[in-house]
């Protein structure tokens, strides 16, 4: 099948290993550049004790979260620090492993060394897990020659560390940047009970979050660490390498035989361009959640042509809870996370408004759906719900009124950046259909009032 627009084979790159044309063990570098140190081929002064470095760098990195020792074991629901989610699908993840690393550095415990072994010798292709344990083996053996600043050695090398370090750096500060027991993102506004997962997409991050609706209400489970475009996010053209920014639905599974080595384990593909994108004229496709090769285990923040890739073992727990069609996900620039309590307010007033436009196309009644849509009113759709306003297409009628229809499954989630626009998702149903029907609105806020430009087939 045609590959997405994601990656392509110009990125099919050996990870940093036995291949690797350079030596892998690196320092971790400190908060100041200049004692970011790496191993390499050269004789140059070493500014401060490697292993004070690496103590130092460890230090900063257990003060983010207590207790570490605890990640070892996690159940899939498991919550530590009250509502605190450790990274990971699995019992024990190599981002939980590595951590642990980092803090028996700072707390001088001598098993540092052999549990980055362990990690490296359980996960080989975990780059960031290499440089760490060439870094204690360097330390440990006292051969402090051959070092070198971050800003020394060949271009490439130079791109990788810094990839590295920007990748470390991410990991780290995501365990305090987690959002507080109970928080929900801002986005989401109502959510039927047939949904069972929501996605949302930290870009600038570099993480994703998992909730899973339990008794009514979202609660956080999975937080993982995860790569976007190598131009950022705020996609607008095809071939601009962003990861777009907006609230999209998963459509489809690809499994592990219909994609390439380069997409990892599989793929779910999103609604990239929704319909909002199609009305601002925004281009491009091919924008999935997928794994990454299995020659490495993560990729650097900034890698791919736009999609969103985590660790294979991270999306193998994602294709394997999460539903097609249902499942929203959300992908920010910085997530907001609120209090349900604060949503409540916004949530009565647009399901009252949604109620307006259903009793109205129930009944026919041409002036209110006229006030409540745009004159572009599916414009590019010639489905069963026509547009009702001569100014786009005269030949288009409005639909036979059907005072016996109903709404089911509502979802409302809001997506607020140069405009303020809301999704909506409903089963519609009527005893005159033979079946229900999914479908999906699109409103946006003109002039201070809602107005409904899309309502289509999911």
Not at 180 to 199: F, K, M, W
Not at 235 to 252: A, F, N
Request: proline share 6%; hydrophobic share 40%.
């Amino acid at each position: 099948m045609r590959s997405p627009m994601c990656l392509s084979s110009k990125t099919r790159q050996k990870p940093f290993g036995n291949n690797s044309p350079w030596p892998t063990p690196s320092s971790w570098p400190a908060h100041n550049d200049n004692q970011a140190l790496t191993l390499m081929t050269g004789t140059f002064e070493l500014p401060i004790s490697r292993r004070n470095l690496l103590s130092q760098t460890a230090v900063a990195a257990a003060s983010l979260v207590l207790p570490l020792g605890k990640a070892v074991g996690q159940t899939r629901s498991g919550i530590l620090n009250a509502g605190t989610v450790l990274s990971g699908s699995v019992s024990s993840s190599p981002e939980a492993r590595l951590i642990e690393v980092y803090r028996a550095i700072g707390a001088g415990d001598k098993q540092a060394l052999t549990m980055a072994g362990a990690l490296v010798r359980d996960v080989p292709g975990f780059q960031l897990g290499q440089l760490v344990y060439g870094d204690l083996l360097v330390a440990q053996s006292g051969s402090l020659t051959n070092l070198a600043t971050i800003k020394d050695g060949p271009p490439a090398v130079r791109a990788q560390l810094q990839n590295l370090r920007t990748e470390a750096n991410r990991r780290l500060s995501a365990l305090r940047e987690m959002p507080s027991p109970g928080a929900v993102p801002e986005q989401v506004i109502e959510l039927a009970r047939n949904v069972q997962h929501v996605v949302v997409v930290d870009a600038s991050h570099s993480r994703v979050f998992v909730f899973e609706q339990q008794s009514g209400s979202l609660r956080l489970i999975r937080s993982f660490y995860a790569s976007i475009g190598q131009a950022g996010f705020g996609k607008q053209v095809e071939g601009d390498l962003r990861t777009p920014l907006g609230v999209y639905h998963i459509t489809s599974r690809l499994e592990d035989k219909q994609v390439d080595e380069l997409y990892g384990i599989g793929a779910l593909p999103l609604n990239y361009p929704n319909e909002y994108d199609r009305r601002l004229g925004r281009t491009g496709s091919g924008i999935w959640l997928h794994g990454v090769p299995r020659e490495t285990y993560s990729r650097s923040p900034f890698a791919t042509e736009g999609c969103v890739a985590l660790a294979n073992d991270d999306m193998a727990y994602l294709m394997s809870v999460l539903q097609t069609r249902r499942t929203p996900v959300v992908i920010a620039d910085e997530v907001n996370w609120v209090r349900p309590a604060e949503l409540a307010a916004e949530r009565r007033s647009f399901l009252a408004l949604c109620t307006q436009w259903q009793t109205a196309y129930a009944r026919g009644d041409k002036q209110v759906l006229q006030a409540l849509q745009t004159a572009d009113f599916n414009a590019r759709d010639s489905s069963s719900f026509h547009n009702v306003s001569s100014k786009v297409d005269a030949r288009r009628t409005i639909p036979e009124p059907d005072p016996q229809a109903q709404w089911r499954n509502v979802s409302v989630f809001r997506w607020s950046r140069q405009a303020e626009v809301a999704i909506v998702n409903y089963t519609a149903t009527s005893p005159r259909q033979s079946r229900s029907v999914d479908r999906r609105q699109y409103w946006v806020q003109e002039q201070r009032r809602w107005q409904l430009f899309f309502d289509g087939p999911v």
